[in-house]
């Protein structure tokens, strides 16, 4: 067996690996003991290894020291809700600039997001020295100005306030290949896990669409922001520490929604 290996001493035949494999690619041998099928395809997800209550598999191509314990959140659903629905588009910040050790700890959570295809076909670039970031807004403002529906932010411009980055210290990007099917899926997906994370560690964020925009039209501009030439951003969200906190949390058109 290739794909994973079995301690026939742990394993209790339940199959629970193979039922929660997405793939198909384990099946029960005459023994009972799970094995791979042949010709599968997986995808790496690690769930047959990470669902296993006796510790009985390993997958040989992750290994094991790559595994978190699933440590059980406390918090409670009303906690969870309150976190997500109090999550606010921040446009006020500190000067503070956001550590690297903290980014890399959000990062670390967005990695985590799902992806389609589980191949992680996406990356990060975060922009975490506030005169970098300023420097790349400040271009942006001067590049998008002029351009037709951009006259509502000429008077914010002229105050001298960065209607770009909204002034926030650091700015992450999330990258795909052009061509990549799923990417803008799953560069949202990651920049939402990013945006939650962050308001758990008491920082606010902004989703950056102008960022987005003319970073995804103007090579130069991508260039300056170090994106490579075969990458495209599929995401941006500015971090900072707020300035303000919100009191209330602002209403919301009902979804449309159909039940069956
Ligand atoms: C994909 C996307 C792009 C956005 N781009 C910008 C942006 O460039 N600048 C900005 O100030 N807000 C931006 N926003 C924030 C929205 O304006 C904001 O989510 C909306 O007004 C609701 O406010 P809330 O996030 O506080 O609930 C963006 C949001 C999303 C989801």
């Known amino acids: 067996m290739t794909l994973v290996s079995i301690d026939t001493d742990m394993c209790r035949k339940d199959g629970i690996c193979i039922s ?23 995808i790496k997800c690690g769930h047959c290894v990470a669902i296993c209550p006796h510790g009985a598999l390993v997958h040989n191509s992750l290994p094991m020291s790559d595994f978190l314990p699933a440590v059980r959140p406390q918090t409670s ?3 969870t809700a309150a976190l997500m629905r109090n999550r606010r588009s921040v446009r006020e910040f500190k000067d503070s600039p956001v550590p690297r050790e903290t980014m890399a700890e959000l990062l670390d959570v967005a990695r985590h997001a799902p992806t389609a295809k589980n191949t992680m076909q996406i990356s990060f670039l975060a922009i975490i020295d506030p005169a970098k970031a300023r420097e790349l807004g400040e271009a942006i403002a001067r590049w998008m100005l002029p351009m037709p529906g951009m006259e509502r932010y000429a008077g914010l411009h002229a105050k001298g306030e960065d209607f770009v980055l909204r002034d926030a210290p650091s700015l992450v990007l999330a990258l795909a290949d052009a061509d990549s099917d799923w990417g803008l899926t799953d560069a949202g997906i990651a920049i939402s896990y990013l945006e939650l994370a962050a308001a758990a560690h008491g920082l606010g964020t902004c989703w950056g669409g102008i960022v987005q925009r003319a970073l995804t039209n103007n090579p130069e501009l991508a260039r300056l922001a170090s994106v490579h030439k075969n990458r495209v951003v599929r995401g941006a969200l500015m971090i900072g520490t707020p300035k303000f906190r919100y009191s209330l949390v602002p209403p919301r058109t009902p979804a449309a929604t159909i039940w069956r």
């Open 77 to 79: 659903f009303a906690e």
């Open 20 to 42: 929660a494999c997405p793939i198909g690619c384990l099946t029960a041998g005459p023994d009972g003991f799970p094995r791979e099928v042949e010709g599968s395809t997986c």
